[in-house]
Structures are given as C-alpha cells and as structure tokens.
C-alpha cells in the first residue's frame, strides 16, 4: 500500500515524518478531510477566536496530491 505524509500549516509547519499507509489519493483525501476537523477543535481552543488550519498530503515521491484548508472565526457578540 502506498504512503501519504499529512504537513500541517498554521502559521508554521508541521512536517509528517511518518506518514500513514493508505489505498489510494481518493483514500488519502479522505483521511485528511478526517484529520483536518479533529485538529482544528483542538488548535482553535488552545489558539483564540481566529485560525486558519491547512493539511498538504504527499505521496511517496513527495509529489502534492491534495491540500485542504479548515478556518475559524469566533466573534464575541457582548461588550
């Protein structure tokens, strides 16, 4: 099964090391689509009202096979 590496950007990068063996690009699509959600309810409570959180997915060769972006934006509605 190939593998695809998962960088996340937020203001830095996170660089996959690992990666995670998957099926195909649909499958790594998939999977990152997952993965993007879960980190962003955490980086969002840890990091204020406004984030902005991108996943690069990577084959083996390092080629770019799919990018997604996840964004925050909270507003107090009191003063």
């Not at 689509?33 to 980190?39: A, F, S, T, V």
Request: glycine content about 6%; overall charge negative.
């Amino acid at each position: 099964m190939p593998r695809y590496f998962f960088d996340l950007h937020d203001g830095r990068t996170q660089r996959d090391n690992e990666g995670t063996e998957l099926a195909d690009n649909q499958a790594a699509a998939r999977y990152a689509k997952k993965l993007l959600p879960e980190i962003a309810a955490e980086e969002v409570l840890a990091d204020g009202e406004h984030h902005t959180l991108t996943v690069l997915v990577t084959d083996e060769d390092g080629r770019p096979v799919y990018s997604a972006a996840i964004s925050y934006a909270g507003i107090w509605l009191t003063r």
